[in-house]
């Protein structure tokens, strides 16, 4: 089984630069998620969908960041502008359904912003 | 409302047994446990549900009390594989939150 594929791997861009991280979950999965993880700190959720709904965003910056899952499979986030705080690793995650079940993480995509 | 794990770090020697701790201030429908590895993604380790169904790996155990909403984790005979920063997760109604994280060293 195929686990979950994220690109770019790495990225860097200059403050006020826009960028965007793809997600591809394991087939069949409903729900999932978006962490950002600064150094040192444990993932903090941003957004999670159950098939092409938003679950939860209460965390998501909306002036600046936005996320779609269009037909309940993969899923993109953007940032626009950057901010320097913004320098953290997103990690995409996907599971079986929501609550109850295993998340199961790629491996990340590593933003510097500049 | 991130729950809040003890200790932050602690280093054993193989074959050690090491409790790590997670509290929250809310009430929970689930905790998972995680192990995260220096530049790699989350593990998954282990889910406790209320109710007391418990899924995960043979060798890890872990408790859930709901009534205090902290959640336990239990490692035995401790080996150099088990080093890593371990995270607990709580659920909350639709809410996800990772907890603070510890670091745990194992040396032979």
């Known amino acids: 089984e195929a686990g979950v594929a994220q690109s770019p791997r790495y990225k860097i861009i200059e403050k006020r630069q826009s960028v965007a991280f793809w997600c591809n979950p394991i087939?069949?999965?409903?729900?999932l998620y978006w962490y950002q993880q600064i150094l040192g700190q444990g993932p903090k959720l941003l957004i999670q969908f159950q098939n092409n709904g938003v679950v939860d965003d209460s965390q998501l910056p909306k002036d600046r960041f936005s996320a779609e899952r269009l037909k309940g499979v993969d899923s993109t986030l953007k940032i626009q502008p950057a901010k320097l705080e913004d320098s953290a690793v997103y990690l995409c995650?996907?599971?079986?359904?929501?609550?109850?079940?295993?998340?199961?993480f790629g491996p990340g995509t590593r933003l510097t912003v500049t | 409302q991130q729950p809040v794990q003890s200790p932050q770090a602690v280093i054993l020697r193989e074959g050690e047994d090491a409790v790590i701790n997670c509290s929250s201030s809310k009430a929970l429908y689930s905790v998972h446990w995680y192990r995260q590895k220096h530049g790699e993604a989350p593990i998954f380790l282990m889910i406790?549900?209320?109710?007391?169904e418990q899924k995960g790996h043979d060798k890890i155990s872990a408790s859930f009390n709901e009534k205090k909403q902290q959640s336990s984790l239990y490692l035995t005979a401790s080996q150099l594989s088990y080093s890593g920063t371990y995270f607990c997760?709580?659920?909350?109604?639709?809410?996800?939150?990772f907890g603070t994280g510890t670091s745990l060293t194992v040396i032979p």
């Open positions: 406790l549900l209320k109710g007391g």
């Open positions: 087939s069949g999965h409903a729900t």
């Open positions: 997760g709580t659920g909350t109604g639709n809410q996800f939150y």
């Open positions: 995650a996907s599971s079986r359904n929501s609550g109850a079940y295993e998340q199961y």
